[in-house]
């Protein structure tokens, strides 16, 4: 089995930019790659004096992780008085006995953040292993200004109250109030033999409205899954109510690109699907040319750092309150920009792999959780899926090769900028 494992990676790998199968053959040093990630989409009222235990959920792992923490949309510096990091014990806010660990910041026990900015914490020793679920707890001893936090988590986090000494607790009896929001923490890296990460840019399609909560089913999360075995990091840039032509919920997508997908560690691939909220939202854009100029420019972004880009069609959402045939007519010119325009190096068809074959406008019942625009559990395996198959091997995009659409530039072109490093050099030392 670890050699099927082994011929898979080699595989997943040939099909990166600047990645050849002879390079992975090679057992590679241990680098440090996106393994977790959230989006700053807001701000909500700090919480002084609290700890908040927020739960991620890991798509790769390693032996040791640092943590980003985030004051983006704070307004004053923001002190963290104590961050700790453990794995979590089944449900709820305990943490595996003997792996909490404190986390310093170039050795000190906390640190103030400056508005508009993030920080990383030092190397955690601690063996994670894929698919973990880690208790990230941060604890705020003062009031200081507005919080930066995920709105839209999915996911049940742990607050307590009376916060001073509780992150150094492997209990989380004192966690008593729960909340469906991240607190400041936006990422966590891993330290280990991964082979890069994967992003995925968009709005609650990614974000994950719809899917079961507390059960990692969006869309990205199952993409995780399936490319666990070649050692790919799977990172969730998705935003609730964002858009791609105008701020809404959160920076529009071009606005936050670099902070939330292009500097993230470890990238190798861009995945894009965002532009409905401006389709159906207010004031409404139907100037097709414009949503063309946004993705190009998306792309040629990426590509100057050396990341590809997948590109996902737009899915329907007739019987949604917001639509419109006239907005319906657009959805379906900018997905023939997306499919035919030449602006991104695979397609993914996830118009085509969700629409109701005998109703093209409306999303086909089985994935529909019932608001018509959003996906269900099943939905988001589907739109995983064809998100699979645009990655290839199976929709057959390896260096040169088509997908199963016949339009994949995957391989470097002559006039392709150079590829970037899997990390920067600063990434590649080793843990102390």
Do not use: C
């Not at 959230?38 to 390693?62: E, F, I, K, M, Y």
């Not at 209990?171 to 729960?178: H, I």
Request: aromatic letters at 6%; zero cysteines.
């Amino acid at each position: 089995m670890a050699g099927v494992r082994r011929v898979l990676a080699v595989v997943l790998l040939a099909m990166l930019p600047g990645t050849s199968t002879s390079a992975v053959a090679a057992q590679a040093p241990p680098v440090w790659t996106g393994s977790w990630e959230t989006a700053p989409s807001g701000t909500a009222a700090a919480l002084p004096g609290a700890a908040v235990r927020n739960v991620v959920h890991l798509s790769v792992g390693g032996t040791a992780v640092r943590i980003r923490l985030s004051n983006r949309f704070g307004t004053a510096p923001l002190r963290l008085g104590a961050v700790t990091v453990a794995l979590r014990r089944a449900a709820g806010p305990d943490a595996v006995p003997g792996t909490l660990r404190t986390a310093t910041f170039k050795g000190a026990p906390t640190v103030t953040v400056p508005p508009g900015q993030d920080t990383f914490t030092d190397p955690v020793t601690l063996s994670v292993p894929a698919a973990a679920d880690l208790l990230v707890t941060v604890y705020t001893p003062g009031d200081d200004g507005p919080a930066t936090y995920h709105q839209t988590a999915l996911q049940t986090n742990y607050v307590a109250p009376a916060g001073a000494g509780r992150a150094a607790q492997e209990s989380g009896a004192g966690y008593t109030t729960t909340v469906n929001r991240w607190y400041y923490v936006t990422g966590v890296d891993v330290f280990g033999d991964n082979a890069g990460s994967v992003v995925a840019l968009g709005d609650s399609l990614t974000d994950g409205n719809g899917s079961t909560p507390d059960a990692n089913h969006r869309w990205p999360d199952r993409l995780a899954e399936q490319l666990r075995t070649g050692r790919l990091g799977v990172l969730n840039a998705g935003i609730s109510g964002n858009r791609l032509l105008h701020d809404g919920t959160g920076p529009n997508a071009l606005a936050r690109l670099d902070a939330d997908a292009l500097e993230r560690t470890g990238v190798r691939v861009l995945v894009v699907l965002e532009g409905i909220n401006d389709i159906k939202g207010t004031p409404t854009a139907d100037d097709v040319a414009a949503y063309a100029d946004a993705y190009r420019a998306l792309v040629n972004r990426a590509h100057a750092r050396g990341v590809r880009v997948v590109g996902v069609t737009l899915t329907p959402y007739r019987g949604f309150s917001a639509y419109t045939a006239a907005r319906e007519a657009v959805r379906q010119r900018v997905n023939t920009f997306i499919r035919t325009g030449g602006a991104f190096d695979a397609i993914a068809d996830a118009d085509a792999a969700l629409r109701d074959p005998g109703d093209a406008t409306r999303l086909l019942p089985a994935y529909d959780p019932g608001d018509h625009l959003h996906f269900n559990d099943t939905g988001m395996a589907r739109i995983a899926d064809a998100v699979r198959r645009a990655l290839g091997p199976t929709g057959g995009l390896t260096a040169g090769g088509p997908t199963a659409g016949g339009r994949a530039r995957w391989a470097l072109s002559a006039t392709a900028p150079p590829p970037a490093r899997l990390q920067r050099s600063a990434d590649r030392r080793r843990v102390p």
